[in-house]
């Protein structure tokens, strides 16, 4: 049956995560989160076909070649997303070199439908997005698992570093990777459970310098290259070149307007509200005795609204768009370490549902720069208990 299994563990590929040991926690939540065995994971899946989703980068260059290994049968596919043909070329001379068959996923259409209009139609409504998350629920996984079934695989694999695992009952979440500083599991808070209880993730319990020394030692053409975390459509990444270009193609000019205090009194004029972001103090263009920096956006007004940074940090926020992973809602309050933005070291908080899709945050301390249109991610210490979007 579908949910009687836990797809691979990724411990098997690494080192047992020692901030996981469950012989520590003491909390009711973990007696609801027991996972399947690595054997019995591994005794249901070997020799299974997977799908591996290859971007042209390590990562998902060493995720095929430690599947390869292990004995599954891998099929390569690549997302064609923008205008470009160098990671095609990578994956298809991977797939050539272990001898799997390759697939180019065509969806460049669907991108821009479900993701990039969503990017710039945020920033116009003075909310600040993130793509990867979109693309990743909207576009990639769905992709990826239609072609899985189309051409008969078990699994799709991807280069994340993060865990999949199960409850017993058979919910599926998601884990931090070892590696905490390529931890990727806030990207992937949107994942439903069909997508998660047919994905793999072997690189969880690797860190990036062994992700390098596999590379090396299969002599990958990816072993030395350099990663970048940018926005994948973004050139340098310049949201703001990127948003006025894709406005004036379609003949949009951006509105000027004032920047404000919160008082009303004008202190410089803008080119767009849309190139501004709450916490931005460069390019404001202002002369003032005191920093200043970007507290919220007026699109009604085409107002951009500047103050101290003591008035930045805020205690409180609402989450939109709930997508429960680790837990289902619950009529009473909870604790967990929520992080407000991909290099934001996740903090202690009270959560009170809402809604099923809507939650409140108050924070135990005051946090920088809340942001609308950021994702939000709420944790139990390594567990993804839900993410969604700050209202």
Known sequence: MRNSFCPLSV???????????????????????????????????????????????????????????????????HVKLWGYVDGINEC????????????VLNMPAQFKEKVIDNFVAEYKAGRTPNPCVRCNSEIRWPAFLNKAVEIGCDYIATGHYAFVECTASGRFFIRKGVDETRDQSYVLWGLTQEALSKTLMPLGGLRKSEVREIARKYNLRTAERKESREICFVADDDYRHFVREWEEKRGRQPEQGDIVLENGTVVGRHDGAAFFTIGQRKGLGIAHPTPLYVQRIDVENNRVIVGENNALFKSELIVEDVNWMGMEPTDKPFKADVKIRYRHQPAPATIT?????????????????ITPGQSVVLYDRDILLAGGIIS
């Not at 012989?23 to 899946?45: A, F, G, K, Q, V």
Request: aromatic fraction near 6%; glycine fraction near 6%.
């Open 11 to 77: 411990h098997t590929f690494g080192k047992p995560n020692a901030r996981t040991d469950r012989t520590d926690r003491t909390d009711n939540l973990w007696d609801s989160l027991r996972t399947s065995t690595t054997h019995e994971c591994l005794s249901m899946i070997m020799a299974k076909k997977v799908l591996v989703a290859l971007s042209g980068g390590i990562d998902s260059s060493v995720t095929a070649v430690l599947l390869k290994e292990r004995g599954y049968d891998v099929v390569g596919a």
């Open 353 to 369: 549902c809402l809604t099923g899709t809507r939650v409140q945050v108050i924070f135990k301390e005051k946090q920088r720069a």
């Open 92 to 103: 298809r001379m991977l797939c050539d070199t272990i001898n799997a068959p390759f697939h």
